[in-house]
């Protein structure tokens, strides 16, 4: 036991030292923006005003409300102290609501999005590469050219594609929004089929990118392994193919785990902008509304969010990958 | 060289992509040859005219006509102004004014048109019928004014003196022109986009500015990579140990949220094209580091380095000519995938509203951001929008295809 817990203590503190860059990242760089947020809403809390000294004052009193007249280091301390008692700031461009209660519902809405759609689309992906290295033939010269040409689309040109198609054309589903805008949420039938039909476009738009760029690394893994020498020394013995299969795949899907690890970051990104294209409640959105507001409390609030969740994810993926590596395993046995 | 070049011309995959690649790259080059106009300039007044070939009807009117007798020519008049839609519409109002249903013939357009003429009156208030129903009808009246007439139209000048109109010339309904008399014809092969601009023309600027990110993207990205991944690889020790430290907390963090607050930072006025590229770059070096890195590890201790080493070659030659021909094959393929790769990065920073400055010129991910903001998918105004994923799609599918089939090449483990 004493070395897993070496594994996954050096993996903790290497999560933690990232977090720490990305959180300073995160706090300095929109602050380096030009020109002043504060005099952007100030402006439009004014509008119609005339005397120059009510404007004067009210840009005055949103300085204090947001600390921007502060130095930087003491607005870093507050920033800090603020967030450990989960407040991040009030929004700009939705003032007077605080960020966080603006973030809270599109934070579940992601989760509930991407989570799902990246595991499946791995899990699919892997199986598909795999039966094309093990299969070959005509189902490989099909697969091979379409997983390349779905995982060099963007995700947002397969969300268009599938919007257009099944919301518009065919009219099966809905082209936006993560339910029905008549609808308040509650836990009715109604709504949740609502926001289970709202559900599908958007889904499987991520899916089959990520199935695309999966099937042709595990592809390649898949062949590797199947050429190695302990598959031959098995097909020279007699071993059933079935059983060998079992022991490639396995050997295959290690890499593929650490790729998910590291890819995991470029996938969300990417299903953040397909969540745009329907309008999703999700963090994508979230993150357009606060750009087109230049609402820098927000966005950064958002950033750091999606950095969290993605730290979070590869750190439980690394978790995963301890316990089934065999390498791992071994390591503790010494 | 010459054997590899002749090797990397046999594979199928990489032969397509490049195929592929080219031709968008000669477009590129040899659309604005022949089509001057700026790119983002308006032609158009209103949004999102259909593609097709647009003939000026002014000098339709002016050019010579030819008598041509052609026999389907009515029909298709006729079909044009009166689809099988408006038959049944009209079939529609028709019974529920009171006419037998047998006695309606849709096939006969002679006697539906005798009919509806009696009968139809526009101040009628057919129960139940809703307004806009009611407003749809009294449109396809007006528009079914002098379906059948077989004279032709007078054209009239307004004399500026006694301000009546006087006959000068009249068309009949057999008059054709010939589009090459006609001066004035423009084809809009694409149609034109939500601010009134010629899409095709814009497609193949944007096409070269993306490509045009994408490269220098890709350049700044590999020559970062290359170099940090060749020092941490091959000199160890300390710089290895803090190139790695930044490495591996840049592969964590996302890259997307890198980009969003360096191109919100630099702010919207200071975002040109180049400037999104050089950000691009910047942050898109790690994936090549590591795997230079790598590759540099495993060949630092093989003999013929180690005999320049005895031969006290400087590290610069023993770099250039012991190293580096050896992992030129991957950081090519690198260098294709940063390409591709930073394509999108953009595309996606645009739609988020953080792409270039949107006055100078258009890229393929301003052109989509334009596209949803208008709603053109939700219009069915698949011009504006579908070339362009399309035109991504390509690109990033040559770029692919090309690093699969030379990964091909130099992996025999994966050769078919």
């Not at chain 1, 004067?56 to 920033?79: A, D, H, I």
Request: aromatic share 12%; charged share 15%; proline share 5%.
């Amino acid at each position: 036991m004493k070395g897993y817990a070496r594994y996954f203590g050096k993996k903790l503190v290497w999560v933690l030292i990232t977090f720490i860059f990305a959180f300073l990242l995160n706090f300095t760089l929109p602050r380096l923006m030009p020109g002043d947020p504060v005099a952007v809403i100030t402006q439009r809390a004014t509008q119609g005003m005339q005397s120059a000294s009510a404007v004067q004052e009210v840009y005055k009193q949103y300085q204090e409300l947001f600390g921007t007249n502060k130095p930087l280091l003491t607005q870093f301390f507050l920033y800090i102290k603020n967030l450990t008692r989960g407040d991040f700031g009030v929004s700009f461009s939705q003032y007077p609501r605080p960020v966080a209660q603006v973030l809270k519902s599109s934070v579940g809405w992601t989760l509930m999005l991407q989570l799902p759609a990246i595991l499946i689309g791995w899990l699919i992906g892997n199986l598909l590469g795999a039966l094309a290295a093990y299969l070959k033939g005509w189902y490989d010269r099909a697969l091979m050219p379409l997983s390349i040409f779905a995982s060099g689309l963007p995700a947002f040109g397969m969300a268009v594609v599938l919007l257009v198609i099944f919301g518009v054309k065919l009219n099966l589903f809905p082209t936006s929004g993560g339910y029905g805008f008549d609808m308040i949420p509650n836990f009715s039938w109604a709504f949740i089929w609502s926001v289970i039909i709202h559900y599908m476009l958007p889904f499987w738009s991520i899916v089959l990118i990520i199935i695309g760029g999966q099937a042709i690394g595990m592809r390649s893994m898949s062949i590797y392994e199947l050429n190695s020498d302990y598959v031959k020394y098995s097909r020279f013995m007699g071993i059933k193919d079935a059983k060998i299969i079992r022991y490639v795949f396995r050997n295959a899907m290690l890499p593929q785990i650490t790729g998910l690890a590291l890819a995991i970051g470029t996938m969300i990104g990417g299903a953040l902008v397909a969540e745009i294209i329907f309008s999703y409640p999700g963090l994508g959105t979230t993150l357009l509304n606060g750009i087109m507001g230049q609402d820098y409390p927000l966005i950064s609030a958002t950033t750091l969010i999606i950095t969290v969740m993605v730290l979070a994810a590869t750190f439980a993926i690394e978790l995963l990958y301890g316990f089934i590596d065999p390498r791992i395993k071994a390591a503790q046995s010494d | 060289m010459k054997h590899t070049l002749q090797q990397v011309f046999h594979s199928p995959k990489f032969v397509v992509g490049f195929c592929i690649f080219s031709f968008i790259m000669l477009t590129v080059v040899i659309y604005p040859l022949f089509v001057k106009d700026e790119p983002l300039s308006i032609i158009s007044q209103g949004t999102f005219f259909p593609p097709g070939i647009y003939t000026n009807v002014y000098d339709t009117i002016g050019s010579q006509p030819y008598t041509l007798f052609l026999e389907d020519a009515e029909a298709k008049r006729i079909a044009n102004k009166l689809g099988d839609q408006e038959r049944l519409d009209m079939k529609e109002w028709l019974v529920a004014a009171g006419i037998p249903e047998n006695e309606i013939d849709t096939s006969n357009t002679e006697i539906l048109m005798g009919q509806w003429v009696n009968t139809y009156d526009p101040k009628l208030q057919v129960p139940g019928m809703t307004q806009a129903k009611l407003r749809y009808y009294q449109r396809l009246d007006a528009s079914l004014e002098g379906i059948l007439a077989t004279e032709g139209v007078t054209i009239a000048v307004k004399n500026p003196e006694t301000t009546t109109l006087e006959e000068t010339d009249s068309v009949a309904q057999t008059d054709y022109v010939n589009i090459s008399d006609v001066p004035n014809v423009r084809l809009l092969l694409l149609g034109t986009d939500n601010f009134g601009r010629d899409v095709m023309t814009e497609l193949v600027s944007a096409t070269g500015t993306s490509l045009l990110i994408g490269l220098v993207a890709g350049l700044i990205a590999t020559t970062i990579g290359l170099v940090l991944g060749l020092a941490a690889g091959y000199l160890g020790g300390v710089v290895d140990d803090v190139v790695m430290f930044f490495t591996n907390i840049f592969t964590v963090i996302p890259t997307f949220v890198l980009l969003i607050l360096i191109s919100y930072s630099i702010g919207q006025e200071n975002r040109g094209a180049v400037t999104i590229a050089v950000v691009i770059g910047f942050t898109a070096w790690v994936w090549t580091a590591r795997a230079v890195r790598a590759q540099v590890i495993s060949l630092r201790n093989r003999d013929h380095v180690n005999l320049s080493k005895l031969s006290g070659h400087p590290v610069a030659l023993i770099i250039f000519t012991d190293i580096l021909p050896y992992i030129a094959s991957y950081v090519i393929m690198a260098f294709i995938l940063q390409v591709s790769s930073a394509i999108l990065a953009e595309a996606s920073l645009s739609i988020l509203g953080l792409g270039p400055k949107t006055s100078e010129v258009p890229t393929l991910g301003l052109m989509m951001n334009w596209a949803m903001i208008y709603q053109a998918h939700i219009l069915g105004k698949w011009w504006a929008y579908f070339p362009v994923i399309i035109i991504i799609a390509l690109v990033s599918f040559s770029l692919n295809l090309m690093n699969t089939g030379l990964d091909q090449i130099y992996n025999p483990a994966l050769r078919e």
